[in-house]
């Protein structure tokens, strides 16, 4: 059987999820033959993954040479882990180029490009995949499970919060997150996941968005208000404190971007009460769907534990998913901490919030009764396994739809960039306004 011939646009911290895959599980159906980034530090960090894997060493090239990649290389598909900003005019040049593409969420930041992703798609007929893992996490497969079987009758809203840690929340007002036009803020960048996971669930598509929320913890304005203080302009110095990242911490992160960053003056590690922020850290919304629905919508970015909670109400009954990823966030664990299992049992831990998940369903008149929630291991609880295995192998027969396209990717960026055009005029938005054929109510159900 011959390999699927794959190029990887863009070789930040996300690339080694897909990059490990070729060289692992799936190294029997992909070969990663190029590599375009424009940093060579970068590129560099993963060809020598290959080389180490005793694979044949992948071409490396600079974005301006996608196409003479895709001609020369054979190439089959490419997976963009660019910049979000950057996935529309690499998704449309691939698709025209002849390859089919992978693509990290968001499928991009504003409407404009987002109509230039559907017109390729059109010219081509070629095949644009989003990556959404959080479908594929046993927990939200099991919520998706109980609304699709009926259990709880016709879906009339949805109240869904999401908190972002101290830790993990800090770090999108660090790096190229920070600025709206890169990423289209956190409404877009982040909770694209979240609004996709809406989508799917009720399977219906949103309508109208209104929108509120601001920069009200991070950012120089705000440190300013609260007496911070002088603050060193990144978290890479001697001493420091519980907002600072200092990048020789940690040894993915030093290579991909501290010993980078002489080529091309990118900085990992900003001080998160500096200048320049143009996200918000505090959000919320409402949002109407095609099928009569309304979602109740919250994110905050500075909580003191990470998690989310949602609860689905229905015809019959109601479904109440809460989910604690990390219960608190300790001094000194690293950007990424976790809780030592030799501690447990401990005074520490028994002071922390419990981690761990639950999902209830209650019927009206009846008592409320848990549903198991059977995970794998891996990451999200074995769905990054599943995803990969559908984009490698291609997607199974799946009675809950969990493999996503450019339309699953257009319909979870929709209410975010009606949100942002909520926000910056004070109105609602309707989604069908926002000049894209596939959202002006043609099409009014989810997959």
């Not at 449309?92 to 390729?120: C, F, H, M």
């Not at 900085?267 to 918000?280: M, P």
């Not at 609860?311 to 990823?325: F, P």
């Amino acid at each position: 059987m011959s390999k699927t011939r794959y190029a990887l646009a863009g070789a930040g911290h996300r690339a080694q999820m897909y990059v490990g895959a070729i060289l692992g599980a799936h190294r029997d159906r992909a070969e990663l033959v190029a590599i375009v980034e424009p940093n060579p530090v970068r590129a560099e960090h993963y060809a020598a993954q290959v080389a180490d894997a005793g694979a044949s060493a992948p071409r490396r090239a600079s974005p301006d040479e996608l196409e003479a990649v895709i001609r020369d290389e054979n190439v089959d598909r490419v997976i963009i882990c660019s910049r979000d900003d950057l996935h529309a005019e690499l998704i449309v040049r691939s698709l025209d180029a002849g390859a089919d593409v992978v693509v990290e969420k968001p499928l991009t930041i504003d409407a404009a490009s987002a109509a230039l992703i559907e017109q390729a798609v059109a010219r081509t007929g070629r095949n644009v995949v989003l990556t959404f893992n959080y479908r594929y996490s046993p927990r939200n497969s099991a919520l998706r499970q109980i609304i699709q079987d009926g259990t709880i009758g016709q879906v009339t809203s949805v109240d869904f919060s999401w908190v972002l840690d101290t830790n993990h929340g800090a770090d999108y007002f660090r790096r190229w997150h920070r600025e709206k036009k890169n990423s289209g803020g956190l409404l877009v960048h982040k909770a694209s996941h979240h609004f996709d996971l809406v989508n799917w669930w009720i399977r219906s598509q949103p309508s109208r968005v209104y929108a509120s929320g601001g920069l009200r913890f991070y950012g120089a304005e705000n440190a300013r208000a609260r007496g911070l203080g002088e603050r060193p302009a990144r978290g890479t110095h001697d001493g420091g404190d519980l907002f600072e990242l200092d990048l020789r911490t940690d040894e993915r992160l030093k290579a991909l971007y501290l010993d980078a960053e002489q080529h091309d003056g990118y900085r990992r590690d900003l001080d998160v009460f500096s200048d320049g922020i143009t996200i918000e850290d505090n959000l919320a919304l409402v949002v109407d769907y095609a099928s009569g629905a309304t979602l109740s919508y919250s994110l905050n970015a500075h909580s003191p534990w990470e998690g989310y909670r949602v609860a689905v109400n229905g015809t019959l009954g109601r479904a109440e998913l809460e989910v604690v990823e990390r219960g608190a966030v300790l001094a000194g664990e690293g950007l990424h901490p976790s809780i030592d299992p030799s501690l447990a049992g401990s005074e520490a831990i028994a002071s922390l919030r419990p981690e761990g998940e639950r999902l209830l369903v209650q019927k009206h008149w009846e008592p409320a009764y848990e549903v198991p929630i059977e995970s794998g291991r891996g990451g999200h609880g074995g769905g990054d396994a599943l995803l990969l295995s559908d984009v490698f192998e291609g997607p199974a027969d799946d009675p809950l739809a969990r493999p996503a396209d450019w339309s699953d990717g257009l319909r979870s960026i929709a209410v975010g960039i009606a949100g942002n055009l909520s926000l910056a005029s004070g109105l609602p938005v309707n989604v069908a306004d926002l000049g894209i054929a596939l959202l002006d109510g043609s099409e009014r159900t989810g997959r």
